[in-house]
Structure formats: structure tokens, C-alpha cells
């Protein structure tokens, strides 16, 4: 997305997909490309975690994922990497981030967060998780061996704070996109994707016991791993999210 571009469709809905990718793999590009035609998006920014609350010490570091996020984008015009949260020294929280990006974009350009279903499910242990929907729209995905799609919800959640969170989520659902466009923040849409069993923890571990990963990453960040010698030691070193 170039400087120019981005000013000529200053009014398009922006896509934005954070997460520890550690390292960051198919799924997660499938996501990005199929929320951006499925939604209308002008693009998607990624947005790497730089220390992920909620979750142990990732498996590389917050530069070398950095890294692999560039390299896995890199020829794709419609995906783009944001290093804010890399950067900065606090721990990095959804909502200041989107409150910098509102700040960076403007008050009306809409802001589409784009979330798998498990991370959607998260959502009400999140820092400061009332504020998201004065910020964003969310836009959440299947994802498979999780609850179908936030339409299914609020029956599957486990969270205690669901009242709350069901509440705050009270008529926010639409499922035409052209509501994105309608306003700048405060939707919720599902959609599908194709479905894609890949995680990164699942890939940590066959690095790990010396086993194939290829074809569930681009090769570019395959060669990275291997070249840095990443993802070859402590195995258990967090759970999944
Ligand atoms: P880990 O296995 O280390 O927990 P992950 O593969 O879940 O990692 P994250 O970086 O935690 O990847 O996820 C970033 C975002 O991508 C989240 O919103 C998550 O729901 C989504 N995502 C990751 N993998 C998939 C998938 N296979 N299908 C749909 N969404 C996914």
C-alpha cells in the first residue's frame, strides 16, 4: 500500500491482524488475503506482537518474527507490516495500539480488527476490552477445532465475564460488509475462510523434533528459521493461546 494510495482510499476500511506469529504461517496470510476480498478491505496491516500479554516468552524473538512477518508479505501490495508493537518497550495491548492507529488514520477511516475465532473468544480477557468497539470493527473467522463463528456465540464461550461481554456485543453483528463502510467502528462480522489446521505451535514442534514444516509457511521464512537456527530448543516453552 503506497503513501499515495493509501490517500486516495483514506476512506476504505482498513484490516488489522495482530498476533505473536511465532512464526507466522499460512493460515494467518489466508486470513488476511481472504478478509480483505471477503470485506472490501483496502489492505491488511499485520501487526506483530512485541511482548504478547496472556501467553509465556514466544519462541523467537520479537525481531526475528518481525522479520518473518516482512518476508512472508513481502510482493503482496495488499499486506503490510506495522513494527509499533515491536518497538515499543511496554507490553503490547490490542487496544493502546488501536488507539494509535485511530490516531495515526483519523477519526473516520474504519478500522476492521480481524480475529480467528479463538482469539475472539479471548477477547473478554484482553486489556481494556470495553474500549475495542469505540475503536474497531472486528471481523472474526472460523478456525477449526474452535467454535464455528461469533454468529454461534455467546453459547460456546467459556468466560466469566460473559454477561458483560455479551452485553457490550448486544446488536453489533452484521453480515453485509458495506456496513464497515457505514461507520468507523463498533460492528462485529463474521466470515469464512478457508479452513487451515496450521498453528505455529504446531509448527514450533515439528521444527523442533527435527521433522518437516514445509508447505505450512513460505519457504522464505522456512529458509529464515533455518538460517537463525530457530525453534530447535526449548520445545515446551509456552502453551498455545
Ligand atoms: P500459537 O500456536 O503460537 O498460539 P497461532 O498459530 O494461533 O499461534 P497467533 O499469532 O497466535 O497464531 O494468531 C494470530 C491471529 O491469527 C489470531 O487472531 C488467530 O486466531 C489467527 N489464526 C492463527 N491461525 C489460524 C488458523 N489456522 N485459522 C484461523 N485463524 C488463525
Not at 464455528?148 to 460456546?156: L, Q, Y
Request: net charge negative; charged share 20%; proline share 9%.
Amino acid at each position: 500500500m503506497s503513501a499515495a494510495t493509501d490517500t486516495a482510499r483514506a476512506d476504505a476500511p482498513l484490516g488489522l491482524l495482530g498476533g505473536t506469529f511465532d512464526p507466522i504461517h499460512f493460515a494467518h496470510l489466508r486470513l488476511a488475503e481472504e478478509a480483505r476480498e471477503a470485506l472490501g478491505l483496502h489492505g491488511v496491516r499485520l501487526i506483530p506482537a512485541g511482548q504478547p500479554p496472556h501467553r509465556g516468552e514466544p519462541g523467537s524473538t520479537a525481531q526475528d518474527r518481525l522479520a518473518m512477518a516482512r518476508l512472508a508479505t513481502a510482493g503482496n501490495d495488499g499486506l503490510e507490516v506495522d513494527d509499533g508493537e515491536v518497538l515499543a518497550p511496554q507490553k503490547s495491548y490490542t487496544v493502546p495500539t488501536l488507539e494509535r492507529l485511530r490516531a495515526e488514520l483519523g477519526p473516520q477511516r474504519p478500522l476492521v480488527l480481524i480475529l480467528g475465532a479463538d482469539a475472539f473468544e479471548g477477547l473478554p480477557q484482553w486489556h481494556r476490552w470495553q474500549e475495542l468497539f469505540s475503536l474497531a470493527h472486528v471481523a472474526v473467522a472460523n478456525r477449526p477445532g474452535h467454535a464455528p463463528h461469533a454468529r454461534r456465540w455467546p453459547g460456546t464461550l467459556p468466560s466469566a465475564r460473559l454477561p458483560a461481554f455479551a452485553a457490550l456485543c448486544e446488536g453489533r453483528h452484521v453480515s453485509d460488509p458495506a456496513e464497515l463502510r457505514a461507520a468507523p467502528a463498533g460492528r462485529i462480522i463474521p466470515f469464512d475462510m478457508t479452513p487451515l489446521a496450521i498453528s505455529a505451535t504446531l509448527i514450533r514442534d515439528l521444527i523442533g523434533h527435527g521433522h518437516s514444516a514445509r508447505y505450512l509457511l513460505p519457504d522464505s521464512v522456512l529458509d529464515y528459521i533455518g538460517a537463525n537456527g530457530l525453534y530447535t530448543r526449548n520445545l515446551t516453552g509456552h502453551a498455545s493461546s
